[in-house]
């Protein structure tokens, strides 16, 4: 009986120790996963963000969906810099990294990688055109803008060196100008070209069409997740989940809707006006105007640069129907997200919205004109980043109460790291150029259609 008793244990552990991938990990493998899952990550514009009253981003939406589908609560920490969450791995504060750690010799030596599998590489940003340059070669006698002492300065440096010189590198001051700044700069060609790795290039590309991102300039990169060696357990788990099927395919949906699917504004205003008419639900527009406390036109204006008037439009944060709103503010005002295809719904829910946010706006801006403005942006961005920036105004020596060259400069200041950090900063980083942009586009339409179109 012993003899049996002793095969049957030496059969389980076999089973055990194959299921770990061997290396004596069985007591790992049945190691059950905590009830809370602590997690570090990063303000970034594609790994986590807040943005129309939602959490979003691809490390965040991943990490989300591994918790919920392990029964575990989610405990996230923003850390203010990679090296931050890292010392919060090592003293224990946080299970799991969830952002690109580079894996590098010395990393290795410090973390257990884990979770999806990152590549990356250095890119040169230029505008499409028939002069882009499609080899290194033909970067000589080409000017390139890239942050002073950056990764991208030096791997320039050494191509240069490596072609004999000629390529006219210019270091910019990266206090004074981000990424995102020359990213915006090439596509507007104030600037010729740039680098920047390929995922940032890739995100900013579904904002700027227009950008080339295709010349590679340096070897492939590899980050992951990362866990602390004392819970190499845990690493075990993850990327085994993430090892299935379903966890696959959710990987790559959330890649193509951050890093493929377009979120550019509409182009040049391109409306007629003809009949005196601005769209074909110009009557809804007036109907729900005094809800709004607006003019009809400005609703107009909204639906036009919001969706084009399109019923059936899902932008890539999930935003629907004419006005685009978000299923979870649907729900919050006790209306289904499967109503908003109807333009009804659509435009008397956009009404509800904009009294809300007069109602909030209130009492941080008196003049109803500047006020407008703010609504505007808050209706766009959702409210939380138009209050940090506020407080960035106020804190800055700007006017909280004015929005161009004030608020709207303070909401740009929130992609920059040393403000969306900064302890009046509530809700982290924000990409408030397209935020800004919106309430220049539908200023600019409602001037238009004042000038054109009767009340």
């Not at 270091?171 to 915006?184: F, G, K, N, Q, Y």
């Not at 377009?262 to 205003?269: Q, R």
């Not at 400005?298 to 899902?314: N, R």
């Not at 302890?423 to 339409?445: L, S």
């Amino acid at each position: 009986m012993s003899k049996i008793r002793n095969i049957l244990s030496l059969l389980v552990m076999a089973v055990l120790t194959a299921a770990c991938g061997g290396g004596g990990k069985s007591e790992d493998a049945v190691r059950p996963l905590p009830d809370t899952l602590r997690v570090a990550t990063l303000y970034s514009p594609a790994s986590y963000f807040h943005y129309r009253d939602e959490n979003m981003g691809f490390d965040y939406s991943l990490v989300s969906a591994l918790a919920r589908e392990k029964g575990m609560e989610l405990d996230l920490t923003v850390a203010p810099s990679l090296a931050k969450a890292l010392d919060m791995l090592d003293s224990g504060r946080v299970d799991l990294v969830a952002y690109e750690v580079p894996v590098t010799a010395e990393s290795k030596r410090r973390v257990v990688f884990t979770g999806p599998e990152n590549y990356t590489h250095q890119v040169l940003v230029q505008p499409r055109g028939d002069s882009v340059v499609r080899d290194v070669t033909g970067l000589v006698g080409k000017d390139i803008y890239v942050p002073a002492d950056s990764k991208y300065y030096h791997r320039l440096r050494n191509l240069d060196s490596e072609l004999g010189g000629g390529i006219r590198i210019h270091a910019v001051d990266p206090d004074s100008i981000t990424e995102e700044d020359l990213l915006d700069k090439v596509a507007s060609s104030e600037l010729p070209m740039t680098v920047v790795d390929s995922d940032i290039a890739k995100l900013n590309k579904t904002y700027y069409p227009g950008l080339d991102i295709t010349l590679a300039l340096s070897f492939d990169q590899q980050s992951r997740w990362a866990v602390s060696p004392a819970k190499a357990w845990l690493a075990d788990s993850i990327s085994a989940y993430f090892g299935g099927e379903a966890p696959r395919r959710a990987v790559n949906m959330e890649y193509r809707r951050y890093y493929e699917q377009s979120k550019a504004m509409p182009g040049p205003l391109t409306m007629g006006f003809s009949g005196g008419k601005i769209s074909q639900y110009d009557d809804l527009f007036r109907k729900y105007s005094d809800a709004a406390g607006e003019d009809w036109r400005l609703l107009a204006a909204m639906g036009y640069v919001e969706s084009g008037f399109d019923p059936g439009l899902v932008s890539w944060a999930g935003a629907r129907g004419i006005m685009q709103i978000m299923p979870s503010v649907a729900q919050g005002h006790g209306v289904s997200p499967g109503a908003l295809a109807s333009p009804e719904t659509s435009v008397k829910l956009a009404a509800d919205i904009m009294n809300s946010l007069e109602t909030s706006l209130a009492k941080y801006v008196s003049d109803p004109d500047e006020r407008r403005l703010f609504k505007l942006a808050a209706y766009n961005s959702g409210i939380a980043h138009i209050l940090d920036g506020i407080a960035l105004a106020r804190k800055y020596g700007m006017d909280p109460q004015k929005w161009y060259g004030n608020v709207e400069k303070a909401v740009l200041m929130e992609s920059r790291p040393e403000y969306y950090n900064d302890p009046v900063v509530k809700y982290g980083y924000f990409r408030g150029r397209q935020t800004t942009e919106y309430v220049r586009k539908v200023t600019e339409f409602y001037k238009l259609a004042s000038k054109t179109v009767g009340k």
